[in-house]
């Protein structure tokens, strides 16, 4: 099993340009979540998924979209990056909505 | 309003000693807390858990300790070795979600 498994694993931007993150799992779980960690604020909440087709807020949404059209899968984009963006991303899954599997993580950088 | 509060950012321990890392919270709802390692350039992994019914669970060299009446948890790591050196997140479960603290530095020294 490869686990939970991201792409890309760094990206540089330009302010105002789009892009997508790719998160997928392969044990099958039904929660997901993507996070960015920033130096001295831990792990906050972007969106999360508890299953197929369903996607809600976390703590920091704004200027960030998800798409979970398939279980395995889930899909943080940036519409228009901005420069507060430069962060490094972790998406992670779950059976349930206690121990979750993270993967390795982006770095993006927005200038 | 930060609901799982971590307030050392740092701690060093020598090899051999006991390190213990300190988690406070604010939602006495919490119903479980975990607790993560985190190594540079990799993603968290998941080292221990406690459910709110219960005051202690241990696992080897790691045993997390709740104290629901002042809405505290530590994890203790004994002995500390190098290779414990790593960020530490404790977490509580709220919902569908995950809530972290931000980290605390745990640097193990020979």
């Known amino acids: 099993n490869a686990g939970v498994t991201q792409t890309p694993k760094f990206r540089v931007l330009k302010t105002g340009q789009s892009m997508t993150l790719l998160c997928a799992q392969d044990?099958?779980?039904?929660?997901m979540y993507w996070y960015r960690q920033d130096p001295g604020m831990g792990l906050r909440l972007i969106h999360y998924?508890?299953?197929?087709?369903?996607?809600a807020k976390g703590e920091v949404p704004d200027g960030y979209n998800v798409s979970r059209l398939k279980k395995q899968n889930f899909l943080l984009g940036l519409e228009s990056a901005a420069p507060s963006q430069t962060s490094v991303y972790f998406c992670?899954?779950?059976?349930?909505?206690?121990?979750?599997?993270f993967g390795p993580g982006t770095r993006l950088t927005v200038t | 309003d930060q609901q799982v509060k971590q307030n050392s950012p740092s701690l060093s321990v020598q090899e051999g000693r006991i390190s213990i890392l300190n988690c406070d919270y604010t939602?006495?709802?919490?119903?479980?807390f975990l607790w993560y390692k985190k190594y540079p350039a990799e993603g968290p992994t998941f080292l221990i858990s406690?459910?709110?019914?219960?005051d202690k669970n241990e696992d080897g060299r790691f045993t997390v300790f709740l104290n629901k009446s002042a809405k505290h948890l530590s994890l203790h790591i004994v002995p500390s070795q190098p290779g414990d050196s790593a960020v530490y997140f404790c977490?509580?479960?709220?919902?569908?979600?995950?809530?972290f603290g931000t980290g605390t530095r745990l640097q193990v020294f020979p």
């Open positions: 992670a899954s779950s059976i349930d909505r206690y121990e979750q599997y």
């Open positions: 406690i459910s709110s019914i219960k």
């Open positions: 044990m099958n779980h039904e929660y």
């Open positions: 977490a509580a479960s709220w919902v569908d979600k995950l809530i």
């Open positions: 939602n006495s709802m919490f119903d479980y």
């Open positions: 998924s508890v299953g197929e087709g369903t996607t």
